[in-house]
């Protein structure tokens, strides 16, 4: 009896020792830093140098009209090429952007905005009637691919107010650190001497990108030439893109234009040059025709520029 207690007290020690090897081995692996392991030892992880997809001098020949541009990867958030990048410019409806961003950041999509006379300017909108009750992302649709200013302003006037909701497009976009933009309408309108959006090529890109991320969905139907879009009296059917060479431009994910006599022709797009790579191209002070052929160049170029 006296070697059996003998043999199970050896177990049970045994048995510890065990325990307490395993212990510390597990303890040892918990605070190690969070690195890669290479053959049993602990090695720093190696940081990637990631190499540009672009040949940037594919840029160098490139001229068009507008006063300045931008070729921005949102994936590297990297420049590609641009033109006059800190140049502060109107914005004329890119402003529209700003518009949608802070209608999303702060309101459900599927708030619902009444369509009241006191928002319009003159006339009724296309697809715009008294007393229409519209989803928040319904009316967003409606106003980017048509670029309506009853729109914005209707947006804006039933989200707490025209001069308040303007304040809070400017607050955002400090939020952002897109120091440069800088709103006085929704729609982007110039009243009372007021210029209604200014900022640079880059920001206006950088904000973009923004829009992108919070609701692709939407921008979906800037890609469309035609759009269908619903309120409570029905739907609304055949609105117009004002972008109408959008379907020349393959992997577009998204399009807003802007003209006013000060601003001239602006317009920015984002488009997938390759899988998971979307690019915003802008361009602001062409004139109301040749943004259109500004955008086919830098676009082209874009193409070309490309790494195989």
């Avoid at 707490?160 to 400090?174: C, K, L």
Wanted: glycine share 8%; charged share 20%.
């Amino acid at each position: 009896m006296i070697h059996y207690h003998a043999r199970n007290d050896f177990i049970n020690l045994s048995f510890v020792y065990v325990c307490a090897i395993l212990a510390i081995l597990m303890l040892s692996q918990v605070s190690a830093p969070k690195e890669s392991l290479q053959f049993g030892i602990i090695a720093p992880l190696q940081k990637k140098q990631i190499s540009s997809i672009y040949n940037n001098k594919v840029f160098d020949k490139v001229s068009v009209i507008a006063r300045a541009y931008v070729v921005y990867d949102i994936v590297d958030g990297k420049v590609v090429a641009s033109k006059n990048i800190n140049e502060v410019l109107p914005l004329a409806s890119l402003t529209k952007i700003m518009t949608a961003v802070t209608a999303i950041k702060h309101h459900d999509e599927s708030t619902q905005i009444k369509i009241v006379p006191t928002s319009l300017d003159g006339d009724y909108d296309l697809g715009l009637k008294k007393n229409q009750i519209w989803k928040l992302s319904e009316l967003l649709k409606y106003t980017l691919v048509f670029s309506s200013n009853d729109g914005a302003q209707e947006i804006a006037d039933g989200l707490g107010g025209r001069n308040s909701f303007v304040s809070q497009m400017n607050q955002e976009a400090v939020l952002l650190g897109l120091t440069t933009l800088h709103f006085t309408h929704p729609a982007g309108l110039d009243v009372d001497g007021k210029i209604g959006g200014t900022g640079t090529v880059l920001d206006i890109a950088k904000l973009f990108a923004v829009a992108h991320s919070l609701f692709p969905d939407i921008l979906d139907a800037t890609t469309k030439n035609r759009v269908t879009v619903t309120a409570s009296t029905g739907k609304v059917i055949g609105i117009p893109n004002t972008n109408q060479e959008i379907i020349d431009l393959l992997g577009v994910e998204a399009s807003k234009t802007g003209f006013t006599n000060i601003a001239g022709g602006n317009l920015a797009v984002i488009v997938d040059v390759t899988v998971g790579h979307p690019v915003v191209i802008v361009v602001l002070g062409s004139t109301r025709e040749e943004r259109f052929s500004d955008m086919k160049i830098l676009y082209n170029a874009l193409l070309k520029s490309v790494k195989d």
